[in-house]
């Protein structure tokens, strides 16, 4: 990938070139964002510019044979880490004998198709929707070995190391003295989308740079260079919240989304009228999806409700992003509930979230939702 595939974040492009131009490279940097607006992307750029063999005004010349190789997820000077365990592919292998390794053809294949793919949408391509997953020890040791051979083609060595966070203590303590004192030439490029989440020990030994949200505009541009045109494109530029891998999700699973929509439309609505019982059904629906990503994502898409709820009662819709389809439920439900409910109840989804990823029960974990959405919605 060029830095030209990518629209927007010309101030970071040139910040990346200008380390590598003036051969003042970090060996790590931390590119965290909110999910899905470009950090994997811009890091493919900038392996691809430093390992090209004519770049010419400010980005890799896109044509040389490393720069083809690059562009096929094939160079072997780039090594790829992301989170795995046992699942629906990996047969009777015990997750601890697992690593990157096992799942580099699915995750090269999903790269292709969409650098801008969402934590679920890796999950799913793995045959993880059910399980939680991790960056173990036999990563950090087999990292360990490939890091210590020679580049193969005498430049850089990159590693894309997604999702730090999940990095297990162990795994770290392996790591960290490889990440604090790496071989030459080598650049870890980590890729998070919580950062307060990762190990204090890796954070600190990384020069840290944000991607913020990318305007209307850009999603618009970059839904375009994707195929996706139109009144649609409009509208979801204009609620993605300035992440273009969100715009390309709703509209690739618009089903979904309106499920998500109904559930938290339908559980509100039962809350107003005092039906728990309606209210318990719904949040058992939830609780009962296969996939802890998807009860994840619903959590992520109830906070959003929740926003243009708090932004309709303040007489702030111009900022609230309303679909057209939706436009007419939110106002209603804005006018009805309590004008502290959406304070009080974002930081239960973000808890709701943080315990699904820590494999409490989730009927319990929705029961529990519920409830204080009763106790707070009126």
């Known amino acids: 990938m060029r830095f030209a595939d990518i629209i927007g974040y010309e101030d970071l492009k040139k910040a990346l070139v200008g380390m590598a131009d003036a051969s003042r490279v970090p060996h790590a940097l931390l590119l965290y964002e909110n999910e899905g607006c470009g950090a994997v ?10 390992a090209c063999e004519h770049p010419i005004n400010g980005d890799s010349c896109g044509v040389c044979p490393s720069c083809n190789r690059m562009q096929k997820l094939i160079h072997p000077d780039l090594h790829f880490v992301f989170p795995v365990n046992a699942g629906s592919k990996s047969g009777k292998t015990a997750a601890k004998d697992l690593s990157s390794a096992f799942y580099m053809e699915d995750f090269r294949g999903l790269l292709r198709s969409n650098p801008w793919f969402m934590e679920a949408q890796l999950s799913e391509t793995l045959g993880l929707e059910t399980k939680t997953w991790d960056i173990n020890v036999l990563e950090a040791r087999e990292l360990s070995r490939e890091l210590s ?29 490889l990440v604090e004192e790496p071989p030459e030439k080598t650049l870890f490029l980590f890729v998070t989308h919580q950062p307060s989440k990762v190990l204090q020990t890796i954070f600190s030994r990384c020069q840290s740079l944000r991607l913020p949200p990318q305007s209307p505009q850009e999603i618009v541009r970059g839904l375009s260079s994707r195929g996706y045109e139109g009144p649609e494109a409009e509208e979801q530029a ?10 390309l999700q709703s509209l690739q699973s618009d089903d979904r989304a309106e499920q998500y929509f109904d ?67 939110l106002r ?38 519920v409830d204080r959405m009763s106790l707070y919605i009126i």
């Open 41 to 50: 992307p811009l890091a493919l750029a900038f392996s691809q510019y430093l």
């Open 149 to 177: 051979l020679s580049a193969v083609e005498n430049g850089w060595k990159t590693v894309l190391f997604y999702l730090p966070e999940t990095l297990n203590v162990a795994a770290a303590n392996k790591l960290l003295k």
């Open 238 to 247: 204009r609620l993605c919240g300035g992440s273009l891998g969100v715009a």
């Open 263 to 329: 559930w938290m439309a339908g559980l509100l609505q039962a809350l107003l009228k005092k039906d728990l019982l309606a209210a318990l059904a719904i949040g058992d629906e939830i609780s009962a999806l296969g996939s802890r990503e998807k009860q994840k994502a619903f959590c992520i898409f109830a906070s959003e409700v929740l926003r243009k709820i708090f932004l309709l009662q303040r007489g702030q819709e111009s900022l609230a992003g309303l679909s057209t389809s939706r436009a007419a439920a």
């Open 332 to 369: 209603e439900l804005a006018g009805k509930v309590s004008r502290q409910f959406a304070v009080k109840m974002l930081p239960v989804l973000d808890k709701t979230a943080y315990y699904i990823d820590r494999n409490v029960n989730q009927k319990i974990l929705f029961t529990d939702l």
